[in-house]
T-cell receptor, first 116, second 112 residues
Framework: NAGVTQTPKFQVLKTGQSMTLQCAQD?????MYWYRQDPGMGLRLIYY???????DKGEVPNGYNVSRLNKREFSLRLESAAPSQTSVYFC???????????????FGPGTRLTVT | KNQVEQSPQSLIILEGKNCTLQ??????????LRWYKQDTGRGPVSLTI?????NTKSNGRYTATLDADTKQSSLHITASQLSDSASYIC???????????FGTGTQLKVEL
C-alpha cells in the first residue's frame, strides 16, 4: 500500500494563477481531508469529505474548492492564487480505530506551495 | 474557541536522555487526544490516541498520559535516539471524533 499520495511535491505560482493539488489514498477510507500548515500555527482544516459525493467546509475554506472525484481521490483547487496561500498542504484520510470510537488519520507527504 | 497549547516550543537533549513534552487543551466536547510525530518535510504520523477513560498509553519508547480533569497531557520519550528529532504535535478531537484541533508542536532535537 502506498497510503496517501500527493502531487506535486513542490509548486511555485504567480499571483492570480490557478492550480489543482491532487491526493489519492489506497486504503479504502471513506473520509478525506485537506489541511494547510503555516509556521507558528497548527494544521488547519480547509475542506473535508465524509464520503464519496459529499464535501464540507472546514476552518479556512476561502479561496479554495474541492472535488471528491471518487472514493480514492480528493483534489484541492486554487482558482486565483494569492501570496497568503503560500503554505504546506496536507491531504489525509481516516478510518475507525478497531475496538474504539476514535478515527485514525493518515497524512500524505505534503505539497509545498509558494505564491509570488 | 477550541485551543491546544504545547510547551516547550523547542527542546534540545543529548542522545540517551529522557524528555517530557506538555500539552494543555480547551476543547469541548472532548472525544480523544492524539500525539503525532512529524519529521522535517513529511506528514504527521500518529503515535498514540487516548479516549476520555484512558490515563496512559505507550508506543515503544513513547508514553502518553492524559488527565481529563485538568485537561493536560504529556508525552514522555525514554532513551532518546537521533531519529527522535522531529516536531511532536498534540491534537484533540471533538464532536464526532473527526474534527481535530492541532497544537503548534514542540520541536525536539536530539544531539550526540
Amino acid at each position: 500500500n502506498a497510503g496517501v499520495t500527493q502531487t506535486p511535491k513542490f509548486q511555485v505560482l504567480k499571483t492570480g494563477q490557478s492550480m489543482t493539488l491532487q491526493c489519492a489514498q489506497d486504503m479504502n477510507h471513506n473520509s478525506m481531508y485537506w489541511y494547510r500548515q503555516d509556521p507558528g500555527m497548527g494544521l488547519r482544516l480547509i475542506y473535508y469529505s465524509a464520503s464519496e459525493g459529499t464535501t464540507d467546509k472546514g476552518e479556512v475554506p476561502n479561496g479554495y474548492n474541492v472535488s471528491r472525484l471518487n472514493k480514492r481521490e480528493f483534489s484541492l483547487r486554487l482558482e486565483s492564487a494569492a501570496p497568503s496561500q503560500t503554505s504546506v498542504y496536507f491531504c489525509a484520510s481516516s478510518e475507525r480505530v478497531r475496538d474504539s470510537p476514535s478515527y485514525e488519520q493518515y497524512f500524505g507527504p505534503g505539497t509545498r506551495l509558494t505564491v509570488t | 474557541k477550541n485551543q491546544v497549547e504545547q510547551s516547550p516550543q523547542s527542546l534540545i537533549i543529548l542522545e540517551g536522555k529522557n524528555c517530557t513534552l506538555q500539552c494543555n487543551y480547551t476543547v469541548s466536547p472532548f472525544s480523544n487526544l492524539r500525539w503525532y510525530k512529524q519529521d522535517t518535510g513529511r506528514g504527521p504520523v500518529s503515535l498514540t490516541i487516548m479516549t476520555f477513560s484512558e490515563n496512559t498509553k505507550s508506543n515503544g519508547r513513547y508514553t502518553a498520559t492524559l488527565d481529563a480533569d485538568t485537561k493536560q497531557s504529556s508525552l514522555h520519550i525514554t532513551a532518546s535516539q537521533l531519529s527522535d528529532s522531529a516536531s511532536y504535535i498534540c491534537v484533540v478531537s471533538s464532536g464526532g471524533g473527526n474534527k481535530l484541533t492541532f497544537g503548534t508542536g514542540t520541536q525536539l532535537k536530539v544531539e550526540l
